[in-house]
C-alpha cells in the first residue's frame, strides 16, 4: 500500500475511533480523565490499523479529504447519540416515577449532563451502566466499533435519508419504553389516588394533603423494592436492544 494510503487510512481509522469514544456516554464520560480517552482512541487506531488491508480512495484535493474525514467523525457521533438515547430511557421514566411519588422537587445534578435529574433515574441509571458491564456489554460495544468496517468501509460513510428515518424510530421507541418502564409505578400511583378520594369522602375529616403524599410515597417506595428484579430484566433487555440497534444504524451508514 503507497505512503499516501497509508496515512489516509490510519487518519480515517483515527477519526472514526474518535467519534466512537469521545462522544460515547459511556466510554467518553466527563469523569473519565482526558488521557484515558485518548489512550483508548489510539489503542484501537493502532489495533484496527495493524490488521487492516482497506483499500481507500485518495483524496482528489484537501477539501474532500476533510469531508471525508468530518463524515467519519460523525458517524462515531451518530453511534453516540443512539447510545444517549437509551440512557435517557432511564432518566425520563425516573421523571415520571418521581412526579407521580411527589418528588418531583427532589432532584440531582448530573456531571454528564450538566442538569439536575430525579432520584429514581440517577439510580436506575447508574444501575444501567453497572448492568452494562456485568452483562458484557462494553465487550459487544468494542466488537462493533472494531469490525464497523466490514459494514462501512473507511471513507465510505454516507447519511442518506434512511438515517434521518432510523433516528426517528430510535427515538419513538425509546419513549414507548421509558412509558413501558415507568407505568407499573404510574398505574400504582393512579390507583393511590383513587383511594385516598374515596377515604376523602368517606371521611371528610382527614387532612387529605397529608395522607395523599405519606400513602403516595410509602407504595411508590415499596412498589420500587418490589418490582426491582423484574425491572432488572427489563433493563437487560434494553441492553440488548440498544446493541442491535446501533448495529443497524452502522449498517445503514
Not at 123 to 132: I, V
Request: overall charge negative.
Amino acid at each position: 500500500m503507497p505512503q499516501i494510503e497509508q496515512i489516509t487510512l490510519f487518519s480515517l481509522i483515527l477519526m472514526r475511533m474518535s467519534g466512537f469514544i469521545l462522544l460515547n456516554p459511556i466510554l467518553g464520560r466527563k469523569n473519565i480523565p482526558v488521557q484515558v480517552k485518548a489512550g483508548m482512541v489510539m489503542v484501537f487506531t493502532l489495533l484496527i490499523y495493524s490488521f487492516s488491508s482497506t483499500q481507500v480512495p485518495e483524496p482528489v484535493n484537501s477539501i474532500e479529504y476533510a469531508v471525508i474525514l468530518m463524515k467519519e467523525f460523525a458517524m462515531g457521533y451518530a453511534v453516540g447519540f443512539v447510545i444517549d438515547l437509551f440512557f435517557l430511557v432511564i432518566t425520563f421514566a425516573g421523571s415520571v416515577i418521581d412526579y407521580q411519588m411527589g418528588l418531583s422537587m427532589a432532584t440531582i445534578f448530573d456531571p454528564q449532563s450538566n442538569a439536575q435529574i430525579a432520584l429514581s433515574g440517577s439510580l436506575y441509571h447508574t444501575y444501567f451502566m453497572l448492568l452494562f458491564f456485568a452483562v458484557d456489554g462494553h465487550l459487544a460495544l468494542f466488537k462493533l466499533l472494531i469490525t464497523s468496517a466490514e459494514f462501512v468501509p473507511y471513507g465510505q460513510v454516507v447519511f442518506g435519508p434512511q438515517v434521518a428515518w432510523a433516528m426517528t424510530e430510535v427515538f419513538v421507541q425509546c419513549m414507548v419504553m421509558a412509558v413501558r418502564f415507568a407505568f407499573p409505578i404510574v398505574a400504582i400511583e393512579f390507583l393511590v389516588e383513587i383511594a385516598v378520594g374515596i377515604l376523602m369522602k368517606i371521611i371528610p375529616q382527614i387532612n387529605i394533603f397529608v395522607v395523599n403524599i405519606q400513602a403516595k410515597l410509602i407504595v411508590g417506595l415499596l412498589m420500587l423494592i418490589f418490582l426491582f428484579s423484574p425491572m432488572s430484566e427489563y433493563l437487560s433487555d434494553i441492553i440488548s436492544q440498544m446493541l442491535l440497534t446501533v448495529q443497524h444504524i452502522i449498517k445503514l451508514l
